[in-house]
Structure formats: structure tokens, C-alpha cells
């Protein structure tokens, strides 16, 4: 890789060893993937994947003291994922201890992030580009992030251009202001391997269509047509929530980073088939097909005809719209059922900025009263560990039943084990 001036004075020590350091690393990755030389970071604000201090993360640590002692913070403020634990959050004696123990260094890890750059107290979670939480790259800005469902996000529905990069690397290219330029960062990696016909009778579920397209091109570009007759071409705040959800799912039950849908992504609208590279491979997703891939879903439960102890609502984390639907729906079914409250202790998962202004509406007040708790916590980090693993719990997840125990259910049938009472 060839590296400019000022990029060169960096790795040879000019700004301390802590900063060569970083440069390095950002040089050997770019090396494993052929990069000629490195770009520069223009988005407003970086993101980082890792929020959690766990007790075992002692090197990351190490590497956070080591940049706040040469004064090498970000030149980007950043948000992080969300927290791992939250007070409200359902959890027993022994739970509660276990946390304790395994996230032993979170007051001291969020002290070093703050030291090094951190946007505000209220910026840990996924969907930092929602516009209340106020890191919502533009068209064409050029990200070091990490966080999956938030960078399949932002390439896609945003337009923004970010790699798949791993947890720290995210940190220094937002030191440094710079990321070696491959992959999804170029206009040649950002065409699409895969066309994906979308041919079902109504709209197809936003988490399992999002698993049935990761499955198959794993870490490849789709390109997506048929979602639009029920999307339609406008990217309006539903339809941006359908493809947070499903990108989520595409990024987790494979490795997306970057996916077009005809006549509405911006990249799809402006360049159209330009879009898709010769010979791409046709896929074709059906009812029977999405059937089939969520009939499939292993069930990891020890015992599969439990009932459910707990519902989690909210990976990546809700939107406003989705928190006010979430609410009206689960109402007027329990209203429908002859039920106050919800059968299965639940928790929705927001922002702390979308969670604190919805607590501001008339909403909140009925999802409290129907026995739901409002959190911002990560619920993967909440469940993986063997106390809470071992419990039935269900979701409407793709990205969480992928990497935890939990038990997958479409909306419609979340909403129904909620509402109906006697579980
Ligand atoms: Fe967000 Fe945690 Fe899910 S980071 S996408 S809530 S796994």
C-alpha cells in the first residue's frame, strides 16, 4: 500500500508510538485485503462496536489506557453499542450477580471511552442513524465502523461507505481519520453479485427475508428486485424500518454489508442494473421458500415445549414509529383478548434518545400499564451467558436467535403469545 506523506510520518513515530501503532494496524489490514493506499474518513461521527466491559477484554483495555496516555483520542466523536445491562431489565438474584461479575469493568471501560471520544452519555446503541440519536452519515461519507446491522444500514439505505471491519480497527481508523480503501468502499465493490427475485404473495417478513438472502450470498452484494410492489419507491420512516430489520438479519444469518433494492435504495435509483455485475447469480425467494428457511430454525431449547419466560422486542433497537406501533398493536389485542397485561414479561429495546422521547407520549403510559419495560440494552449481551441461555426466551429477532438461544416468532405470532393470556 502506498502510503502519502503525512500518512508515512505517522507510522515512522512522528506522533508518538501509540500512533504509529494505530497506523500500523490500519496498514497490515489493508494489506490482507490488496488496498492501494488509505482514504479519508468523512462522515461526522465514527461508531464503536464494543460497549461492553467485560470482565475478560483486559487487552482492549490495555490499548484504551495506552491512547489516552499519548493523548491519541478520535478525531470523530462516536457512538457505541448499547450497554449490557440496565437496572428495569427482568433478572433474578443469581443473574444479577453473574453481570456483575462478567461486566465487572463497565463504569471504568465507559470512563475511557468518554476520555477518548465519546459523543454523550445517552449514544450507546445499534441504530445510532436514527435522527434522534444524531449520527446519521450522508450520501457518499466514508465510515470506520464495525457494528453489522448499522453498516449494512448505512451503505444501503443511507448510501454512505463502510467495510465490515472488526471491533478496535473501527477505533483507530477514527483516530487516525483514515481506512484503506477495498471492498465496499470502491464503486467496483459495491456492485452486486446476486440478483434476488422476490416472488411472494404479500409482503414477506422483513427478518426472515433478510435471513433467507444472508443464507445464500453470505458476504456478497444482492441486489434486490420484486420488494418494491410492496415497499413502493419512497424511503419513508416504515419503510426505513423494514430494511433496518431486514439488513440486521441479511448481516447476521450471513455477512452483508451492502444490499440495493430496486427503485428505492439511492444507489439502485440512480444507477439501476449498471448496478449488477455480469453473470450475477438469480435467486428466487418465495412463500414456500421463507416457509421452509423459518420452519427450519433449530430450537436450542433444553425443553422445546416450555413456555416462555421472556420477551425481547427490539435487535437492532426500535424506532420511534416501530416503539408507537409495537404499543398500539399489543393494546388493542390485549383489549381484543379481555387481557390487561401481557402474558410473558417483556422488553422493548430503543435508543436512549428515542426511549426518552417516547416516555414523553401518551403511548408509554399504555406500554407501561400492560406490564412491558422500556430499555436500552443490547438483549444479545443480556442473554449470552449460561444463566439467562438456559431460559426460554422468544423474539422476533433473526439477529438475536442467530447468536443465542432464543426462539424465533414472526410478529403476528409474538403478538398473539402476548396478548392471549394463560401462557
Ligand atoms: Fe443491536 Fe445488540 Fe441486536 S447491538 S442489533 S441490540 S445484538
Known amino acids: 500500500m502506498i502510503l502519502n506523506q503525512e500518512q508515512q510520518e505517522l507510522l515512522d513515530g512522528k506522533k508518538g508510538a501509540a500512533m504509529a501503532k494505530v497506523v500500523k494496524t490500519l496498514k497490515m489490514y489493508g494489506d490482507c485485503f490488496d488496498a492501494e493506499k488509505m ?4 462522515g461526522d461521527h465514527g461508531h464503536l462496536v464494543t460497549s461492553f466491559g467485560l470482565s475478560v477484554l483486559k487487552p482492549v483495555y490495555e490499548i484504551m489506557d495506552e491512547l489516552i496516555a499519548e493523548g491519541v483520542l478520535a478525531k470523530q466523536s462516536f457512538s457505541v453499542d448499547p450497554r449490557p445491562t440496565e437496572k428495569n431489565v427482568p433478572a433474578n438474584f443469581l443473574q444479577n450477580v453473574f453481570f456483575k461479575v462478567m461486566y465487572s469493568k463497565q463504569n471504568m471501560y465507559e470512563q475511557q471511552l468518554s476520555k477518548l471520544g465519546l459523543m454523550d452519555e445517552s449514544a450507546f446503541t445499534c441504530t445510532c442513524y436514527e435522527t434522534e440519536v444524531g ?3 450522508r450520501f ?6 464495525a457494528e453489522s446491522s448499522a453498516v449494512v444500514y448505512a451503505n444501503s439505505v443511507l448510501g454512505a461507505r463502510c467495510n465490515r471491519n472488526s471491533g478496535i480497527i473501527e477505533l483507530f481508523g477514527s483516530i487516525a481519520g483514515f481506512v484503506p480503501y477495498f471492498g465496499l468502499l470502491t464503486d467496483e465493490g459495491r456492485k452486486a453479485d ?3 427475485e422476490v416472488d411472494t404473495t404479500s409482503k414477506p417478513e422483513a427478518q426472515v427475508l433478510g435471513s433467507a438472502i444472508g443464507m445464500k450470498v453470505l458476504e ?6 420484486g420488494l418494491d410492489k410492496w415497499l413502493g419507491t419512497e424511503l419513508n420512516d416504515a419503510v426505513c424500518d423494514y430494511l433496518k430489520d431486514m439488513g440486521a438479519a441479511t448481516a447476521s444469518n450471513g455477512a452483508v454489508g451492502l444490499y440495493h433494492v430496486e427503485n428505492l435504495t439511492p444507489e439502485a435509483k440512480a444507477q439501476r442494473e449498471e448496478l449488477v455485475k455480469e453473470g450475477a447469480a438469480v435467486y428466487r425467494i418465495d412463500d414456500a421458500k421463507l416457509a421452509r428457511i423459518q420452519a427450519n430454525y433449530p430450537v436450542i431449547w433444553k425443553d422445546p415445549a416450555a413456555e416462555p419466560k421472556m420477551c425481547f422486542i427490539g435487535c437492532p433497537h426500535l424506532s420511534s414509529l416501530q416503539l408507537k406501533e409495537w404499543t398500539n398493536s399489543i393494546c388493542d389485542m390485549l383489549k381484543q383478548h379481555g387481557q390487561k397485561k401481557v402474558a410473558i414479561p417483556t422488553v422493548f429495546t430503543a435508543s436512549p434518545k428515542v426511549a426518552e422521547k417516547f416516555r414523553k407520549t401518551s403511548e408509554y403510559q399504555s406500554l407501561a400499564n400492560a406490564g412491558i419495560v422500556l430499555s436500552s440494552i443490547c438483549p444479545l449481551m443480556y442473554m449470552n451467558n449460561p444463566l439467562c ?3 426460554p426466551v422468544i423474539t422476533n429477532s433473526n439477529k438475536l436467535r442467530t447468536y443465542t438461544t432464543a426462539r424465533y416468532y414472526r410478529d403476528e405470532e409474538i403478538l398473539e403469545k402476548l396478548t392471549k393470556g394463560g401462557v
Not at 39 to 42: G, I, K, N, S
Not at 140 to 145: A, E, F, I, K
Open 135 to 137: 449520527n446519521q452519515p
Open 389 to 391: 441461555g438456559k431460559m
Open 140 to 145: 457518499g461519507d466514508v465510515l470506520s465502523w
Open 220 to 225: 456478497d452484494v444482492p441486489y434486490i428486485k
Open 39 to 42: 482514504v479519508p474518513v468523512t
Open 194 to 196: 446476486w440478483i434476488i
